[in-house]
Structure formats: C-alpha cells, structure tokens
T-cell receptor, first 116, second 115 residues
C-alpha cells in the first residue's frame, strides 16, 4: 500500500523568506504526486501535480515542487513567502493510471504560518 | 458555476441521533468521494462512487452509509451518531480519466460535533 509522510506538522517562516514543505512517499512504482492547499474554513484545492515529464513542476501562487525518484521525495517550495500563503498544505499520492478508479492517499498535512 | 456544494456547514448531534450530510456537484463528474478530516490525521476516505448507482467502501466506512441515485448528488448518512464521528467532512468530485488527468474538486466541508 502507498503511504506519504510530511515532515513537520507546523512550519513558520518570515514574510519574504523561503518556504520549504517536505513530502516523502513510499511506493514500489513512482506514483502520481500532488500538493493541495486548504485555506481556513475552505475545502482543499489543487496547488500542483506531477504525472510525467519534467520533474520540476510549477503551480499556482508561485509554488513549485520537484520530483526526486532517488530520494522518493516531492518537496514544495516558494522563494518568498507572502502573508496570504498561510494555510494547511497536504501532499498526496495516487497509483499511476489514467483510466481506473485509483484513489488519493493524503499525508497528515503541514500548517504554514507566516511571521510578519 | 457552484462546483461542489455541501450542506449543512455546521451541525451538533446528540449520541444516537442520525443525520444526512448533503453533497451536490454541477460539473457532471462521475467520481464522487466522502472524506473525513481529523486534526493531525490528514484526510481519510469514507466512501466513494464511480457513477450513479455504484458505491464502494473506503478506508473508514464503519458507521456511515451512502447512496448515488443521480450523477449530481452523493449524500452521506450517519445512522447512530457516536462521539468518534466528530470531524470535518469533505465531499469531492472529479471527472473520469484518472487522478493524473482529473484532480479532485472539494466542497467547503461540514463540521459535525457529536456530544
């Protein structure tokens, strides 16, 4: 069974500083990888995803993530944090398929706080 | 375009009561899901459906039931509420074609407290 680990349930960074949220997966075959963001009192929305091709993936709001097969990682970064980035971030994995009813497995989430 | 709509937003239940959490989507998505979110636990899949008339269990189905009579609606039923069902419940949907092509669209959640 697939699993995903997010290191650090809470991360605080200063406004303008680098954001780094860590995600590692456990799968015998490289899965599809996703980052979702949840703003207060809202549902999750897709930030970015890796399916195939270029291993550096760019998402919305200036975020990007790099798939590293050798490290089984998919860390999320943003060069300069903004106050509006304060939210909870979830890494997720699914089986590598474009046809079936594969389901997402979510990590436990990382709450990002931005310090003014 | 409303997307995925969940009602109610909040609910307090007494132990043993029953209720239905409503979910409807207007994107003509075949796949629909119910998740529960507990602090520090991420999201756990309760039930899912791949189309009208077809439902299946997820990771944590005990204490819940679902039905899917139309493409648009996917209600979640709690028959005998227990304190362990205190949680935030999210409904999500996606188009066909797999997770890689068709990511999930989430509703804004229902916060349920059972006392």
């Amino acid at each position: 069974a697939q699993s995903v680990t997010q290191l650090g349930s809470h991360v605080s960074v200063s406004e303008g500083a680098l954001v780094l949220l860590r995600c590692n997966y456990s799968s015998s075959v490289p899965p599809y990888l996703f980052w979702y963001v949840q703003y207060p009192n809202q549902g999750l929305q897709l930030l970015l995803k890796y399916t195939t091709g270029a291993t550096l993936v760019k998402g919305i709001n200036g975020f990007e993530a790099e798939f590293k097969k050798s490290e089984t990682s998919f860390h999320l970064t943003k060069p300069s944090a903004h106050m509006s980035d304060a939210a909870e971030y979830f890494c997720a994995v699914s089986d590598r398929s474009n046809f079936g009813n594969e389901k997402l497995t979510f990590g436990t989430g990382t709450r990002l706080t931005i310090i003014p | 375009n409303a997307g995925v709509t969940q009602t109610p937003k909040f609910r307090i239940l007494k132990i043993g009561q029953s209720m239905t959490l409503q979910c409807t989507q207007d994107m003509n998505h075949n796949y629909m899901y119910w998740y529960r979110q507990d602090p520090g636990m991420g999201l756990k899949l309760i039930y899912y459906s791949v189309g009208a008339g077809i439902t299946d269990k997820g990771e944590v189905p005990n204490g819940y039931n679902v039905s899917r009579s139309t493409t648009e609606d996917f209600p979640l039923r709690l028959e005998l509420a227990a304190p362990s069902q205190t949680s935030v419940y999210f409904c999500a949907s996606r188009a066909s074609g797999g997770q890689g092509r068709s990511p999930l669209h989430f509703g804004n959640g229902t916060r349920l407290t059972v006392t």
